[in-house]
């Protein structure tokens, strides 16, 4: 059974930072692209990073310059590095990845930007 579990997430202040990681079970990280996306209260859950298999890397405009998403195929992990924090990235963040054409999603953590 393939599972993704997200952790990192917290309330942090505006300009600080926090680091996602998605721990994927049951399939190899290395075989599929790896999708970071967020949901805020009342708007549609949107693309933030991905990363495909040749490890080209695609952001939305919002984050350019302040996210960063990796992949750590020996650990079968995947990471998003979060910078600068903004209020409005306030989201329930989630990973995803296709398994053999299922396309698999974590349970989500929450990131606050507040002061």
């Known amino acids: 059974q393939v599972q993704l579990v997200e952790s990192g997430g917290g309330l942090v202040q505006p300009g600080e930072s926090l680091r996602l990681t998605c721990r994927v079970s049951g399939f190899f990280l290395y075989y599929s692209a790896l999708g970071w996306y967020r949901q805020a209260p009342g708007k549609q859950r949107e693309l933030v990073a991905s990363?495909?298999?040749?490890?080209?890397?695609t952001y939305a405009e919002a984050v350019k310059g302040r996210f960063d998403i990796f992949r750590d195929n020996e650990h079968n992990t995947g990471i998003l590095q979060m910078k600068n924090l903004k209020p409005e990235d306030t989201a329930v963040y989630y990973c995803s990845i296709n398994a053999n054409g299922r396309v698999v999603w974590g349970q989500g953590t929450q990131v606050t930007v507040s002061s």
């Open positions: 990363v495909n298999r040749d490890d080209i890397e």
